[in-house]
């Protein structure tokens, strides 16, 4: 499996007071390289119907751009921050460019959910943001039927919804925000406690030495 690095647990008040994020607001955060493989403007309107119904609720993507396809993601970037401002959304959805891995958990800890709206990528991978939001302790939203190379199990470290299925995603953040599943969230935890990058990387070297290494 991909190692999961342990990250520090923040109290939520502390956090949102360093992050000058509301205490009295819910919030939903994204986190990643800015990309249209996030599924950034698909957020952007999910959070639009999200509104309607709560408009306590503010949405975070945490991450800027890859230098490697910066030249393609600034105009999807663009196109992006258009659609809030078209949308009304200044300050409902906002997104922090790039963020240093030293505060990451405290992005984690001020957060109600974390949702990760991956599309299909052609290639196969692995999450390195659900091995870090892992072990948040925060519920981990999530798409299926794309070509990652899943760690993680629906219905048991996360919730998956088929990356196709927008109103389906849009119910499930609404309901997990208000009735977060306590059990998936503490089986996420012992998953990122089992593999820790010092576990995971003990395994590899017991497998080398099985293989005739030195």
């Known amino acids: 499996n991909h190692g999961v690095l342990l990250c520090p647990l923040y109290d939520k008040q502390e956090a949102r007071k360093k992050l000058g994020i509301p205490q009295n607001k819910k919030v939903v955060m994204s986190m990643g390289f800015f990309g249209g493989l996030k599924g950034v403007d698909e957020l952007i309107n999910i959070h639009a119907d999200l509104i309607k119904s709560d408009p306590n609720i503010l949405f975070y993507f945490v991450g ?14 663009k196109q992006c921050f258009r659609s809030i401002l078209s949308k009304g959304m200044k300050n409902k ?17 001020a957060s109600d959910l974390a949702v990760l709206n991956y599309k299909p990528s052609g290639y196969l991978s692995a999450s390195g943001c659900s091995a870090k939001l892992v072990a948040s302790k925060r519920l981990i939203v999530t798409t299926d039927g794309t070509h990652r190379n899943d760690e993680i199990k629906n219905g048991k470290e996360c919730i998956k ?11 499930t953040i609404q309901n997990s925000l208000n009735n977060p599943d306590v059990n998936i969230i503490n089986n996420a935890y012992s998953y990122a406690q089992e593999n820790q990058w010092q576990n995971i990387a003990i395994k590899y070297q017991d497998m080398w ?5 030195n």
């Open 64 to 77: 800027g751009l890859h230098h490697a396809t910066a030249e393609y993601g600034r105009e999807y970037m």
């Open 93 to 109: 959805f906002f997104i922090t460019g790039f963020v240093h891995e030293d505060m990451l958990p405290w992005y984690y800890a």
């Open 161 to 171: 919804i088929h990356y196709s299925n927008m109103d389906g995603l849009t119910r």
């Open 209 to 213: 030495n099985s293989l005739g290494g």
